[in-house]
């Protein structure tokens, strides 16, 4: 039978047939199929029928089609092919070999047929089926059936959604491993007793949640019965009452609070019951209450009986402003203060905090003012948390109660403590700021020394303290600062913060903070009152953070200049790619009996040709990062494009990105070095694809278009429906090292945008109207740029060269 006769047969065949190779691309469709896909024959051979199949079967369907061709038998499977007019219907493809006398597979022969209205009916049966269970679904609690043993059968959508079980783990049982451990035996006790004996089940229950918390639960459980009374199966109800809970466990927590108040506990037993009391309520909390002595605007001490002392204890002593801290700004504003992330939150960039927060593992931070019955601020409430976060209604209301408890314990503290006014001003000053404090009497020169502010300086605890012996301590290259701050004292002026260093008897240096302020008594007496802050330690550890940086900085260098060089060998691997394929398939041609002379000649013709390209593609390479002028040459710029569109369109495929090329014909040639413009196409196509590959809610279309350029040149353009370019703007893409990849080094659009400004011409970024970006680059005509380089007698200066051309 003649070729010709075949395709008579076939064509007359009702089905969609084909045939393919033994490797699996297809060499021949019937009109049938062509018909109906409105592909020709050309567009369909290869691979290029998977055009027309649906994206979300494709991959499926080529998986299938390589295990049917890797076993030798014949299959099938199911996909959706596009209608010339775009609409989709089911097909059955089947395949099945053809062999040899040897039994080597020479063919294989396919069938399509539809098999819509089958579906439609199949789905038809399943929608009626499911109607029943989506009504179940649909109720607003968890539901589920249990079998008369007690096994779980079924459980809603909601109960699903809740609990993270599938309907496979509900079946086995699994559900019971969303009961809280601690109530596990209860439940099982009840259980069994009620599946004893017939009798209703109901018991409060915690159940772990699909993001791994707990919450209160009601569940009921009643028994069906059959016409003789034996119990079949049994119905559940599960309801959320979390709400009642924290409502009880709240008004219970209040009053333990308020007893210890009223009993006189201390205040400090008090705040850390109350932040306990608060974490209990909110898990994901951290809290610690910052008091407040505004006779020196310093906070005095930190309650927090969850967080290490490394991150609370430095708060004592600071000062209260509207400036460095959280708690001091919602203390001196008497407002609330809320950072979301003080990792990313410019307003933290210059604070202290930012890098003792993000140190011990914080990111938010929230500050409440705690305020008196007449409005004055006592302290602050503060909230931490190990991920940004704002505030919840349900956050709000449990510092609103903390505010309120602690405000009444505060107050009834000062109470008590303004009748005990039988403490030293040391004493006093002690209780300002646990590092130390002192007060000196300007007037006398009588210096206080705190306890603490003895271990500081190391000074005997049990002898007075001298102006003198404090020079004596302070480092040499300090002293004009500690005489210059004395005299703006003296002067009348106020007490400014600074940074002072002690040279201890061993020569070891130690490094302070001090905050104060003056006090002019009704007596006019003057004293400045002062708590200081070791920060020796800090400094030691920013001296530390500063050399990691620096070390940092060179092992990013040497990982850099590795991923540059992978990224060039993944330039010249393509054309080096080509050379093997092609020389193996010069060999297959070479060896087959006749020898296939002409089609050798042809593919050693290519290998020449791709070896060429390797060449030239180091050629350019080391031309561009050597910064010499490109090889100007007339160019066809839809060919050069069509070339890229070519070596892309296997990756294109896999990753389901549709190309649409729009190049306009009777374009002029352009003047630019064809191995660097294609360098470029094909890394702006790359982008494209990358930007597309997580998107799943629309088509991942991809337009290159060609076009004439309003300055006598010529564009070409990449659109993409990808994920934009980010609120950083389009200029940041062409910077350096700069990249919106996982994995990218940030230098393919600064290359190309070098490669494109040495062709004088331009490469820029736009959003589009919808999703996505389009990246364009224009280059100048190749008659323009030749009379400019006439005019200009050969110079070899670029920027004269430009200056006469498109892209100037």
Known sequence: MTSHNFKLIIDSIPAMAWSARPDGPTEFVSQHYLDYTGLSSEQARGWGWTVAVHADDLDGLIATWQTIIASGNAGETEARLRRFDGSYRWFLVRANPLRDESGNIVKWYGVNTDIDERKRAGDKAVEAEGELQRTIDGIPALVAAYGADGAGISINKRGREYTGLSAEDVANGGWRGAIHPDDIELEESKWRTCLATGEPFELEYRVRAVDGTYRWQIARRVPLHDQAGKVIRWYGMNHDIEGRKRAEAFLAGEK??????????????????????????????????????????????????????????????????????????????????????????????????????????????????????????????????????????????????????????????????????????????????????????????????????????????????????????????????????????????????????????????????????????????????????????????????????????????????????????????QPLSGIITNASTCLRMLAADPPNVDGARETAHRTIRDGNLAADVIARLRGLFSKRAPTIEAVDLNEAAREVIALSAGDLQRGRVFLHPQLSEGLPLVAGDRVQLQQVIMNLVRNAADAMSGVDDRPRRLVIKTEHDEDDGVRLSVEDAGTGFGADGPERLFEAFYTTKNEGMGIGLSVSRSIIDNHCGRLWATANDGPGATFTFSVPEYSKYRSAEDANLSTGLRDRRCSNTSGG
């Open 256 to 573: 333990q609070l308020l007893e210890m108040i009223v009993s006189g506990s201390l205040l400090r037993d008090v705040l850390s019951a109350l932040c306990e009391f608060i974490e209990r309520a909110a898990p994901d909390c951290f809290c610690d209450v910052h008091m407040i002595d505004w006779i020196s605007s310093t906070f005095e001490y930190a309650v927090a009986p969850s967080l290490p002392s490394a991150y609370s204890d430095p708060i004592a002593g600071m000062p209260v402003s509207g400036e460095l801290l959280p708690c001091g700004i919602a203390a001196f504003q008497n407002i609330q203060v809320v950072a979301v992330d003080i990792e990313s939150d410019p307003r933290w960039y210059t604070s202290p905090v930012r890098a003792h927060v993000l140190q011990h593992g914080y990111r938010s931070v929230w500050s409440t003012p705690v305020c008196s019955s007449e409005g004055r601020v006592l302290a602050t409430f503060c909230i931490v948390q190990r991920k940004p976060a704002t505030p919840s209604p349900h956050h709000q209301d449990l510092i609103a109660h903390a505010t309120q408890i602690a405000s009444i314990a505060i107050e009834r503290s000062l109470v008590e403590a303004a009748l005990r006014q039988t403490k030293t001003l040391l004493s006093e000053a002690q209780r300002l700021s646990s590092t130390g404090a002192f007060s000196w009497r300007v007037d006398t020169d009588d210096i206080a020394f705190s306890e603490e502010l003895y271990r500081i300086f190391e000074f005997d605890p049990n002898s007075p303290v001298t102006l003198e012996q404090i020079r004596e301590r302070i480092h040499a290259d300090d002293i004009p600062s500690l005489t210059a701050q004395m005299a703006r004292v003296r002067s009348g002026e106020g007490y400014l913060g600074y940074e002072i260093r002690l040279r201890m008897l061993d020569n070891r240096v130690k490094y302070l903070r001090t905050f104060g302020r003056v006090i002019r008594h009704q007596d006019g007496r003057v004293e400045c009152l002062t708590a200081v802050q070791d920060v020796t330690e800090r400094r030691q550890a920013e001296e530390a953070l500063g050399k990691a940086r620096t070390e940092l900085a060179h092992v990013t260098r040497v990982s850099s200049l590795g991923a540059l060089t992978a990224s060039i060998a993944h330039e010249v691997n």
